[in-house]
């Protein structure tokens, strides 16, 4: 975790900074988890239609591979931006 996120917390007791720490962590994995398993369902959804065979068949590998790609192309820009603009707001105050 980034020490930053607890900059605003000088005042607090370490046991407090301690509980929000883990309480980011888990947040912030709960989020990765959900984005993972956003991404896996939505490609599935979309590439895998034939259960004929155990393994993806050429086109759906490529399809779940491209899907992927374009699902975590478009997770960083919307990080990027959202950093972007946390900044600029910082720099108002």
Known sequence: MDKNMLAGLEGLPEEDKNRMSAMIDHLQLRDSLRMYNSLVERCF?????????????????????????????????????????????????
């Open 45 to 93: 959804t979309d590439c895998v239609d034939n259960f004929t065979r155990k393994t993806l068949q050429k086109q759906e590998e490529t399809c779940v591979t491209r899907c992927a790609d374009k699902f975590l192309k478009h997770s960083m820009r919307v990080g990027m931006r959202f950093a972007e603009l946390n900044s600029q707001a910082a720099t108002q105050d």
